[in-house]
């Protein structure tokens, strides 16, 4: 990898299979605090597979990842569901939003399981629909939305944590390329302005332009690419 030392995440030689097939065969990953790369490759080169690694949700079959100076892989499957409650943040194709629960709602989610009261989450989520700019959309449920809409909902959502690290896969994969743009130009800006740091998914040039570098990920295999926006 080229990128400089002090990564927040960080992924060396990383291996994976599913049966006979190899999804990750060496694969390097690192990303700093508020900066954003985008991963890219073609459908089934890893790339999904590697931000699956790279948030704890799947374990590689060999290979190191660290977060903030300690291994991924050594952490316990609580320790590792704690972090993806509070220190990671997550922006799905689809948003995933709950359906039976309003906007503010579904925003508030990730700091009412952690405990916070419902009145003081509502308040932070709030503002950061407000910043997402779907503030007049509280009560509404997502099915009284737009995908436009929905999706910066879905935005606020992985940031109402105040997360060090969002993982972004395909966010934009649903959304027409006005809609597309609009909500990459909210969560770039968001992300930067709170030093957190996006891994983002794509196979879309037009949305990996909006990161700071990128990784094309092909056969399992990761090139780094450094690129000034």
Partial sequence: MNAPGG???AAENLHKAYGPTMA???AEFSIHP???????GPSGSGKSTLLHCLAGI???DSGSIMYDGRELATMSDARR???????FGFVFQFGQLVPELTCVENVALPLRLNGTPRKQAERTALS?????????LGKKRPGEVSGGQGQRVAVARSLVTSPRVVFADEPTGALDSLNGERV???LTEAARSASTAVVLVTHEARVAA???REIVVRDGKSRDMERVI
Wanted: no cysteine; hydrophobic share 45%.
């Fill in 7 to 9: 990564s927040l995440l």
């Fill in 210 to 212: 909006y990161s700071d």
């Fill in 58 to 60: 799947v374990t590689p």
């Fill in 24 to 26: 990750l065969a060496g």
């Fill in 34 to 40: 508020g900066e954003v790369v985008a991963v890219m």
């Fill in 128 to 136: 950061w629909m407000e910043r997402l700019e779907v503030d007049d």
């Fill in 81 to 87: 569901s704690e972090l993806r409650r509070s220190e």
């Fill in 184 to 186: 990459m130009e909210l």
